[in-house]
């Protein structure tokens, strides 16, 4: 009789076994059901039913002698039911594996095969007698089915107990013997495990579902009635891989976490079969359960990572992200702007950059989590401020919605992850990534590890209980409660304090933890350069210089404090210290970034080191100093008392009128004469000009900067002189000012034209004017449009008489009069400087040079500044304004 080859998968009792064929390329092997010919073994219970007497351990000894090993059968006979029966050998082995079950009593001789015997031929009554006298061997010695009775009592669970979460805790971590009694998937098996009960003479054999810890699999779902079959890509491969490698073969399962079914490793001698399976690119890593590996996730990690280059099964299509550049470099951190979030000089470079942590989220900054977000930022602030770190930047998240574009990293001190270190103390929260996102941090798994260890243990914002968030009183709130806090200060010495913001190289605000206040403090004995506020605000040169040299050093840092005493707006003056021996005030100093305050510096308990810091500058010529020459200094402040006595003995008189207002106060007016007569016979010789076919350009016209040129303005459509200032929507238009007006515009290209030499040989007739000795609201501030309007009601549609008190460069600053008041009255109470004073939309401005020679002017006007702010007239309708800038 032929016989034929096959692989053993299974053993589904003492007597009968599950075949396969040799698979081929791309398909699942075919299976056949083979019974041992003439015999029976005892049956294993299902749910509803208990085992007969030794029906596991004689599947067992089949099992063992059989799974998994290459064999030969024969077909003997098949049933009506297609049930088919047959012997098998093991190798080239004559005997049949038939007799040696029957021999070591774990299978019968069939009784009605013993019927039949009288009908077989003498070759079956051969097969039988051998049998039957293997089987009477097995009686005498007592072996197998024929022993006396089992060695221990198997009790089988074929569900997990009620308390599934408490026998998950009780066993996990602890390897359990086991046996692989089914592969549903790649990474879905139905295990046995195996383990001794209370009674050292039973053993528990436990069913249950286990997930592969870490990895998962290609579904595979089919035949679950009401439900519709799964096949997803290299699904049947993934289970496969796994049959032929651990079905029905002893294993050691490790219990590491449960949902609704148990999360457990699988180890056999061969090794780990998710670390294979992975591998292979026949199963992914699951960031879900990965952290629960025991001995970590690293193994899977390199495995994934070597699959992924391989482009083995599942990854066969994948790219692998581009990395950011500068993926790593050593920097210090300069700031911290929230728990997740910070800024970083690289090393060499001038320019910071602003990281996120990786996979990381701070606290809500509302409701209950809202104290731990503070925490976590002092947590950083305190540990990471003004120190070296190492930054690598996992991937850069797109612009989008309301967010610019950020650069996320892992960032470590030492070998300290800070994200980790704040997901562990429950200062932060690990963003749960798609499975396929590989934009995540560098050691994900590790956080995602913190951030469970910190939910079991409450730590933080999973603690259950909300943090209050701290509240501070302002102690700058204005000068009464300045004064009220200033003794105590004093009588402190030194006191402890934390830079929270720098508003300029001398002014700062402070966070003082023990006094629970904040203050704004102003440095005594220096004036540091002024820094505008927005881009259109022009900076004292130096000032932007100042402000970064301070707040590099200064900015979230621990300082120590002492006070001198208070301004008129609730700021505190006083001295500030970094560390015990740096006084910020004469770092400074002593490097061109400040100029002394005589006032203050001669009060100062530090005036010796304040004017000497100043003095080593000046001889080194740092900054502000670097173009400092005595003796001509002394020559400028010479010709400026000059032009001071100048001013005074006979200031020049003008008849004006005012073309356009432009910001703070800012005028162009054009002078009554001979200058505004030509332009008056210039524009209609312009306007027919333009309007002669031979005026418009063969070629698109492009101006220069700087190039004079005809605009058309936009508001009566006529031809003006115009100069063009820069070029802006990607050289689409060009912004021009009208230079016999004073006003601007920016323009499409097609109205702006050449404008030929015979009309640019006239002056330019608008001039700049601002109001003398006052200071007026920008635009951009409060009360600017006010102060817009107020101007636009005095000077608008007359001629003025204006009085030029001084000029600088081609500024002129002027006192205004209506014409038609007569000379003789024009006194300063009378101007229009006084009128805007007194609308309370200007303040006088006694810091000008020439307001020296002109103090009776001052004087006057100070007396309606005065009456403006009893009143609380415009912008002193809630405060001294003008003096809290």
Not at 175 to 192: K, W
Not at 442 to 459: F, H, S, V
Not at 614 to 620: D, G, I
Not at 821 to 827: F, G, V, Y
Request: net charge neutral; proline share 4%; with cysteine.
């Amino acid at each position: 009789m032929a016989r034929n080859q096959a692989t053993v998968k299974s053993v589904l009792s003492g007597d009968t076994v599950i075949l396969r064929s040799r698979a081929r390329p791309g398909q699942r092997p075919a299976e056949r059901q083979l019974s041992l010919e003439k015999l029976t073994a005892p049956r294993l219970g299902r749910r509803e039913s208990d085992d007969e007497p030794f029906a596991f351990e004689s599947r067992d000894y089949l099992r063992r002698l059989l799974v998994g090993k290459d064999v030969f059968f024969q077909i003997g006979y098949t049933t009506q039911g297609g049930r088919e029966y047959g012997q098998i050998f093991i190798g080239n082995e004559a005997e049949p594996v038939n007799h040696a079950c029957v021999r070591n009593g774990w299978c019968r001789v069939r009784d009605e095969a013993k019927r039949r015997r009288d009908d077989e031929s003498a070759e079956e009554d051969a097969v039988l007698d051998q049998l039957a006298a293997l089987e009477e061997q097995a009686k005498d010695a007592k072996v197998g089915v024929w022993a006396e009775k089992p060695r221990c009592t198997r009790i089988v669970h074929h569900q997990l107990p009620g308390d599934a979460r408490a026998f998950a805790e009780q066993h996990k971590g602890t390897p359990i013997s086991a046996i692989i009694e089914q592969v549903r998937d790649g990474s879905t098996l139905r295990v046995q495990l195996i383990y001794p009960g209370a009674d050292k003479s039973q053993w528990i054999h436990q069913y249950a579902v286990v997930l592969l810890s870490g990895v998962r699999a290609p579904v595979v779902r089919t035949g679950i009635p009401d439900k519709e079959d799964v096949v997803e890509p290299f699904g049947e491969e993934a289970k496969l891989f796994v049959e032929t490698r651990l079905l029905q073969r002893e294993v050691k399962v490790v219990i590491e976490g449960r949902n609704q079914n148990l999360i457990g490793s699988i180890i056999h001698p061969a090794g780990n079969i998710a670390e294979a399976l992975v591998a292979e690119g026949l199963a992914h890593v699951a960031d879900g359960s990965v952290a629960l590996c025991t001995g970590g996730p690293a193994k899977l990690r390199a495995a994934e990572r070597i699959a992924k280059e391989k482009k083995r099964r599942i990854w066969k299509n994948y790219t692998a992200a581009a990395r950011a550049p500068d993926a790593t470099f050593t920097g210090v951190v300069t700031r911290i702007i929230s728990g997740d979030t910070l800024h970083v000089l690289p090393k060499g470079a001038t320019a910071e950059r602003k990281i996120r942590l990786s996979s990381t989220r701070q606290p809500r900054m509302s409701g209950e989590e809202a104290g731990y977000a503070q925490e976590a930022k002092e947590v950083l602030r305190k540990r990471l401020v003004g120190k070296t770190v190492q930054v690598t930047i996992d991937y850069v998240q797109p612009a989008q919605d309301n967010f610019e574009e950020r650069e996320c990293a892992t960032v470590k001190q030492g070998n300290v992850n800070i994200a980790e270190m704040l997901v562990a103390r429950g200062l932060a929260g690990v963003i749960y990534h798609r499975q396929d996102d590989e934009n995540r941090a560098k050691e994900y798994d590790q956080l995602r590890a913190a951030d469970e260890a910190a939910k079991n243990e409450g730590k933080g914002m999973h603690s259950g209980k909300p943090k209050a968030v701290p509240r501070y009183t302002d102690a700058s709130e204005d000068l009464k409660r300045a004064n009220s806090f200033l003794p105590g200060f004093k009588r402190a010495g030194r006191v402890s304090a934390v830079v929270e913001h720098v508003a300029n190289a001398a002014r700062f605000r402070l966070l003082v933890p023990k006094d629970n206040c904040k203050l704004t403090l102003v440095l005594s004995g220096v004036q540091a350069p002024r820094v505008g506020r927005t881009a259109a605000d022009k900076s004292d040169p130096f000032g932007q210089e100042a402000l970064d040299f301070v707040a590099r050093k200064c900015l979230q840092r621990d300082v120590e404090i002492e006070f001198e005493s208070t301004d008129k707006t609730g700021g505190f003056i006083g001295s500030l210290w970094l560390g015990k021996n740096e006084n910020i005030a004469v770092s400074l100093l002593e490097n061109g970034l400040a100029t002394t305050n005589p006032y203050s510096a001669d009060q100062s308990p530090y005036t010796n080191q304040l004017y000497a810091a100043e003095h080593r500058a000046k001889s080194a010529g740092k900054n502000v100093w670097a173009n400092y020459d005595e003796k001509a200094i002394a020559a400028e402040a010479a010709e400026r008392a000059a032009e001071e006595a100048a001013v005074a003995a006979k200031p020049e008189e003008l008849r004006i009128a005012v073309a356009d207002i432009g910001d703070a106060g800012q005028l162009s007016v054009q002078v009554i004469g001979d200058g505004v007569k030509a332009l008056e016979e210039l524009m209609p010789r312009l306007a027919l000009h333009h309007k002669q076919s031979s005026a418009a350009p063969a070629q698109p016209y492009r101006p220069k900067n700087n190039e004079l040129c005809s605009a058309r303005f936009t508001e009566d459509n006529q031809w003006y002189r115009a100069r063009v200032r820069r070029h802006v929507d990607g050289g689409k238009s060009v912004e021009v000012h009208y230079i016999d007006y004073g006003n601007a515009e920016t323009l499409p290209l097609e109205r702006v034209r050449p404008l030929p030499d015979n009309f640019t040989k006239l002056p330019a007739q608008s001039r700049e004017a601002v109001f003398a000795f006052l200071k007026v609201p920008a635009r951009s501030s409060d009360y600017g449009d006010e102060a817009a309007q107020c101007i636009g009601n005095l000077v608008g549609g007359r001629t003025l008489a204006a009085v030029v008190e001084a000029k600088a460069g081609s500024v002129l600053h002027v006192t205004l009069y209506d014409e038609a008041l007569p000379a003789s009255q024009r006194k300063y109470a009378r101007s229009l400087n006084a009128e805007l004073v007194r609308s309370g939309f200007a303040a006088v401005n006694t810091k000008s040079t020439y307001a020296r020679a002109r103090k009776n002017a001052v004087d006057v006007l100070q007396v309606y500044q005065n009456e403006a702010k009893r009143t609380h007239v415009g912008v002193w309708e809630y405060g001294d304004a003008f003096d809290e800038e």
